[in-house]
């Protein structure tokens, strides 16, 4: 209809109240047509008021439509009680006061009101603080005083006997301070609302409603008021705000995603005050020392003022008690912070520097957790952490305190408990991880390092207890992780050198420090080389020649196997290349690959582009990668298949140690199954290692699989292989890793001599 009908509305609302003035003016000596205009103009403003609100009904969000469904009834209310006096005082040519329409305007106050409390209550939630309750409360009494002192109790004083005119004239000034409350309130949650200007509107127009009551109850008292007086076409003003209100809804209502905005309008705060200091004012120019309405409504409103400050002062420091609570908790698991353990930190070594208690420091670190997080994605780490920290807590003395001070860092501060009690909690939380996290569909193993320090007798200072702790839990890792520490003033040596380790692998590439020694694999019928596992060495410039066992994890944890990775591939494949080139016999060389190499989503591209480069073909290339790789089965999957369908040979390094069950043998296209050196190692002697040996033979012979069994060291072993048709062996006992001039030796001959001293 209007492409802005608010902006038209307004035009509308100033017309309108221009020609209720000058009717009002220019009849002002006109009794009938002064009262025809009177009563005909509330009728037009009422009406049109009820449609815009009845708009903003049937246009409003659903949420919203109660609310506006009560004002319209209000307004409505308010038009028939202008309707019913218009037909007593007009039609009828009675007095219309008291009356129906009383009656009528009356309940469209308490409609108002409903609608304000609903609001209210629609609001509450993201009302943060009750405070407003009391500023409200303070501006109320100020304002009940003022109506009493002022305006009710004249009235009451005034009347000798109780007609239902005197008792609905006592009525409008009671209901303008409720009508006070609703327009306060609006004020109020306009603040928190979205529906701000809507809100602010209706404050406007409640506002406007009580100061046209006030002054005809005052024109009352003083027996000058009259129909068509200046003051009437005020209320129609009010109830067009209202329904401006309403149109503001329609425009606005559907642009608007949420409801509960918080910037409390200062002006606001203040407001209160003011009211009291107004109050003030008059009870002192009342001069009445002695006590009445206005001292004792003062009196009232300074007991408010105290409890609105004692509410205020409490609720600030709860707001500071939860910040910091905030402050000190990690959100992934719900323990103490690093920040808190700091502060504990520094607080316990005050307190413990009095009275000379003792406590244990237990840093835990979780093995592999990288592994999890590189593989499984981030969620599954965070549950998984989440569900570690509650077994932290089922195992940890109430007194005790737990942080998560890093990534899959967490420290205990134990008290008053000895060395050994120390190392008894982490065992006992070592035992508690025995079994699998259960965590989406899967089952995720995962073991911790415990490093412990003690104060005193490990350090005095918060850095220096750290430290140690955490010499002492990398110290757990090295021997063979799942492991508890105690730190001791050795491990430190062991520290610096895993320090200098870690620093020097960063230039060890660029410096030429790497080799690579071969294995040879054998065809245990034969005795022919079939391949050779080419295997890794650091020539340290201090330690000398360092092993794999040492470097590899480190290099993994700093991500440096990637480029190591990838060097040891190109050199074993050149190498190989040049083995064939010199018309050696063909073998195939084994690379190691590690997990975080091979689920590189550009892995496959290295590998095809070595191969190419080198000229070696696929088929004289295998990768041997360990059950870690099963963390993320299907993008493992994906992998090995297309490099098997490059032609390239995938072996299943240390069978038997990981974490897979059986199935994975189905899932995983590979081709060979290396048996970890554990099971060969008491071959001869246990009856346990001979029947999984024979039983990985057995099961990768009707799956097709080839079976190399590693570190054969005796006759003995080979002899125990042969018996179960090993086809394939590795170990000291044919020969150790060796340069690749050495190899090429053995290659001419072709055929290994077997023994400990060939
Ligand atoms: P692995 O792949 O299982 O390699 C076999 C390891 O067993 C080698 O240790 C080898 O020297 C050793 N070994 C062979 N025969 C015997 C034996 O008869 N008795 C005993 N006790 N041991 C034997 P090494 O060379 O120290 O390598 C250790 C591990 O380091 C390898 O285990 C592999 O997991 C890793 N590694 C080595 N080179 C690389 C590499 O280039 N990249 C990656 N990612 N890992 C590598
Ligand atoms: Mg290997
Ligand atoms: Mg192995």
């Not at 607080?347 to 000379?356: C, I, M, P």
């Not at 360092?546 to 991500?559: D, K, R, V, Y």
């Not at 057995?698 to 097709?704: A, F, P, R, T």
Request: net charge neutral.
């Amino acid at each position: 209809m209007f492409t802005h009908p608010r902006h038209t509305a307004i035009k509308f609302i100033l017309i309108y109240t221009l020609l209720f003035y000058a009717w009002v003016i220019l009849f002002q000596n006109n009794l009938s047509l002064r009262l025809w205009g009177a009563n005909m103009f509330p009728l037009i403003g009422g009406s049109v008021s009820s449609l815009w609100l009845f708009q903003a009904y049937r246009h409003s969000q659903p949420h919203h439509k109660r609310f506006w469904l009560l004002l319209c009834i209000g307004v409505f209310l308010y038009f028939t009680a202008n309707l019913l006096w218009f037909i007593i005082q007009i039609l009828l040519d009675r007095n219309p006061f008291p009356g129906p329409a009383d009656f009528f305007w009356i309940a469209s106050y308490f409609i108002f009101l409903t609608a304000v409390l609903h609001k209210w209550i629609t609001l509450r939630r993201v009302i943060s603080s009750r405070a407003y309750a009391y500023n409200i409360l303070i501006f109320m009494t100020v304002a009940t005083t003022l109506s009493t002192y002022y305006l009710i109790w004249p009235l009451i004083v005034q009347t000798e006997d109780y007609t239902a005119a005197t008792v609905i004239s006592i009525a409008y000034p009671v209901l303008d301070i409720i009508m006070l409350f609703a327009a306060l309130n609006m004020y109020y949650l306009a603040q928190y609302s979205d529906q701000r200007k809507v809100l602010l509107l209706l404050s406007a127009g409640f506002t406007l409603q009580i100061i046209a009551d006030t002054v005809h109850m005052s024109l009352n008292l003083t027996g000058t008021y009259e129909s068509g007086h200046f003051i009437d076409p005020l209320w129609q003003v009010c109830l067009l705000l209202c329904g401006l209100a309403g149109l503001y809804e329609v425009e606005e209502g559907k642009a608007r995603t949420n409801e509960g905005i918080n910037n409390l309008n200062p002006f606001y705060i203040g407001f209160p005050y003011l009211s009291v200091i107004v109050l003030f004012l008059l009870v002192i120019k009342s001069s009445h020392i002695t006590f009445n309405i206005l001292s004792a409504g003062f009196g009232l409103v300074l007991l408010l003022t105290l409890l609105r400050q004692i509410y205020i002062t409490v609720e600030n420091t709860n707001l500071i008690k939860e910040y910091r609570q905030l402050a000190y908790k990690d959100s992934v698991t719900g323990l103490y912070n690093r920040t808190k353990f700091h502060k504990d930190l520094c607080d316990f070594l005050a307190r413990s520097g009095d009275n000379q208690t003792t406590f244990g420091m237990m840093l835990i670190d979780l093995d592999r957790f990288k592994n999890i997080n590189d593989t499984m994605g981030h969620p599954v780490g965070d549950q998984l952490l989440a569900a570690f920290a509650h077994i932290l807590r089922k195992i940890v003395p109430q007194d005790d305190y737990i942080y998560r001070i890093g990534g899959d860092e967490f420290v205990i501060i134990v008290q008053d408990l000895t060395a050994s009690d120390c190392v008894e909690l982490a065992e006992a939380l070592i035992q508690n991880m025995a079994a699998p996290f259960k965590i989406q569909e899967s089952e995720i193993i995962i073991s911790p390092s415990i490093g412990i320090s003690l104060y005193p007798d490990n350090g005095s200072q918060p850095d220096d207890l750290l430290k140690n702790a955490d010499t002492a839990m990398y110290h757990a890792k090295e021997t063979g992780k799942n492991n508890v520490k105690l730190y001791s003033p050795e491990l430190n040596e062991k520290a610096s050198r895993r320090m200098n380790l870690e620093h020097g692998l960063r230039k060890a590439l660029e410096n030429n420090e790497f080799t690579v020694l071969y294995q040879p694999k054998v065809n245990l019928k034969t005795n022919e080389i079939v391949g050779v596992e080419a295997l890794l060495r650091w020539n340290h410039p201090q330690y000398g020649i360092i092993s794999p066992m040492q470097f590899i994890p480190l290099a993994e944890e700093t991500g440096q196997i990637v480029p190591i990775g990838e060097w040891v591939l190109r050199k074993a494949c050149l190498q190989n290349k040049l083995w064939q080139d010199k018309g050696l016999p063909k073998v195939h060389v084994s690379v190691n690959v590690s997990v975080r190499q091979f689920q590189r989503s550009f892995f496959v591209g290295t590998v095809r582009e070595v191969l190419q480069t080198t000229g070696l073909s696929p088929q004289d290339l295998d990768l041997e990668v360990t059950e870690n790789v099963l963390h993320d089965t299907t993008t493992s999957v994906s992998i090995i298949t297309e490099l098997r369908a490059m032609g390239v040979g995938i072996s299943l390094d240390d069978f038997g140690t990981g974490y897979s069950s059986l199935h994975v043998l189905r899932a995983l296209p590979v081709n060979t199954i290396k048996i970890d050196k554990s099971f060969i190692v008491d071959i001869t002697a246990s009856k346990a290692s001979q029947s999984i040996v024979r039983a990985i033979i057995e099961m990768c012979n009707h799956l097709k699989l080839s079976v190399v069994a590693e570190g054969i060291e005796d006759a003995g072993q080979l002899q125990q292989l042969r018996q179960y048709d090993c086809t394939v062996g590795q170990g000291y006992y044919f020969k150790k890793p060796m340069s690749a001039d050495a190899i090429e030796k053995l290659l001419r001959n072709g055929i290994l001599t077997e023994g400990i001293n060939n």
